[in-house]
T-cell receptor
Framework: GAVVSQHPSRVICKSGTSVKIECRSLDFQATTMFWYRQFPKQSLMLMATSNEGSKATYEQGVEKDKFLINHASLTLSTLTVTSAHPEDSSFYIC???????????FGPGTRLTVT | QKEVEQNSGPLSVPEGAIASLNCTYSDRVSQSFFWYRQYSGKSPELIMSIYSNGDKEDGRFTAQLNKASQYVSLLIRDSQPSDSATYLCAVNEGSQGNLIFGKGTKLSVKP
């Protein structure tokens, strides 16, 4: 099957620092990856679509200068939360297309806590 | 605004019963439909995909699609306590394959 990994699984950082989250497709090439955020007891919210070799497409209301996305290869996309604040504390999950165009396979998620 | 609607639940069924989860969507041109299972504190896991009208069975799971009614459902036969989770309905949007997710239905299977 299509396996997606994320690193780190948990991170605690201080307010004002930056955090980088990696998303890797392990057994397939992913030209498109997606970044989601999920607050407790709420549904998934798409933050941005990451395309290999081009700029990410951000959803309305998501600050592209705060959430930096880089998709430098067909197996790796990174999300950097810059100048993190406590309100950025959330569960960040990436996904990628598998062999079927629209099926998305999710990574295990990264729980970010900003103190 | 394209939407995917699900009953938030919780839906409680006894062990061994059939759990029926429902979803409606607003975009008539949607072609791909998915059910994800999400355990508390974990990321979603794809359990079913369906693209054509009718039923699609996979083990204890059956997905049903009715494009005319813009309705997709998931049946879980012989429900087990391990099926207790939130079930997310997702519908494709756009050429890049974005998915629109419902808010999920929380299922509780009682032993």
């Amino acid at each position: 099957g299509a396996v997606v990994s994320q690193h780190p699984s948990r991170v605690i950082c201080k307010s004002g620092t930056s955090v980088k989250i990696e998303c890797r497709s392990l057994d397939f090439q992913a030209t498109t990856m997606f970044w989601y955020r999920q607050f407790p007891k709420q549904s998934l919210m798409l933050m941005a679509t990451s395309n290999e070799g081009s700029k990410a497409t951000y959803e309305q209301g998501v600050e592209k200068d705060k959430f930096l996305i880089n998709h430098a290869s067909l197996t790796l996309s990174t999300l950097t939360v810059t100048s993190a604040h406590p309100e950025d504390s959330s569960f960040y999950i990436c996904s990628a297309h598998g062999t079927s165009r629209y099926e998305q396979y999710f990574g295990p998620g990264t729980r970010l806590t900003v103190t | 605004q394209k939407e995917v609607e699900q009953n938030s639940g919780p839906l409680s069924v006894p062990e061994g019963a059939i759990a029926s989860l429902n979803c409606t969507y607003s975009d008539r041109v949607s072609q791909s439909f998915f059910w994800y299972r999400q355990y508390s504190g974990k990321s979603p896991e794809l359990i079913m995909s369906i693209y054509s009208n009718g039923d699609k069975e996979d083990g204890r799971f059956t997905a049903q699609l009715n494009k005319a009614s813009q309705y997709v459902s998931l049946l879980i036969r012989d429900s087990q306590p391990s099926d207790s989770a939130t079930y997310l309905c997702a519908v494709n949007e756009g050429s890049q394959g974005n998915l629109i997710f419902g808010k999920g239905t929380k299922l509780s299977v009682k032993p």
